[in-house]
Nanobody, 115 residues
């Protein structure tokens, strides 16, 4: 079992930056693939970034977002730069045994990019 708690969301202007954090509790954190997903109003949840054996990004965030993890602290981060209004969404942290299937989810943190 893994429990995930996100933080760091908020309101930011276009072009600004935010760093999301995800605190994980449970055993063997380093063995889990970790990911960030987001869901905008009226839209389905979508993959943003993942980190396991490698890192992966959605095309829409490549070059702007960076996922990282600190296994000693059981933390995952999402650095978001050059934010756009279309990045507005609830962002969720997720954990899974591999990057194709995520089994554990956090409650989400709201990110709003204002123009």
């Amino acid at each position: 079992q893994v429990q995930l708690v996100e933080s760091g969301g908020g309101l930011v202007q276009v072009g600004g930056s935010l760093r999301l954090s995800c605190a994980a509790s449970g055993r063997a954190f380093s063995s889990y693939a970790m990911g960030w997903f987001r869901q905008a109003p009226g839209k389905e949840r979508e993959f943003v970034a993942g980190i396991g054996w490698n890192t992966a990004y959605a095309d829409s965030v490549k070059g702007r977002f960076t996922i990282s993890r600190d296994n000693a602290q059981n933390m995952v981060y999402l650095q978001m730069n050059s934010l756009k209004p279309e990045d507005t969404a609830v962002y969720y942290c997720a954990a899974g045994l591999d990057q194709t299937k995520y089994n554990y989810w956090g409650q989400g943190t709201q990110v709003t990019v204002s123009s």
